[in-house]
């Protein structure tokens, strides 16, 4: 069984290798864009370029 899976890095169109154990939601840097990339789904697994965090100022 292997410790990686490979998925599309939707800025730069390379296969990046994940961890095995990686969950829809979990924020990874690609290391093909050096991007914040979200997982969005697992089977097939889906990055998406993860949104920019506003600032919330307690609204």
């Known amino acids: ?5 490979t998925a599309e890095d939707p ?4 296969e990046i290798e994940l ?3 990686v969950e829809v939601g979990e924020i990874i840097d ?3 864009t ?3 990339l979200e997982v969005v789904s697992l089977d097939p697994v889906v990055l998406e370029e993860a949104p920019e965090l ?5 609204e």
């Open 1 to 5: 069984m292997s410790d990686t899976i």
């Open 30 to 32: 690609s290391p093909a």
């Open 11 to 14: 800025l730069s169109g390379e």
């Open 34 to 36: 050096g991007a914040e």
């Open 19 to 21: 961890p095995a154990d």
């Open 54 to 58: 506003e600032e919330d100022w307690g």
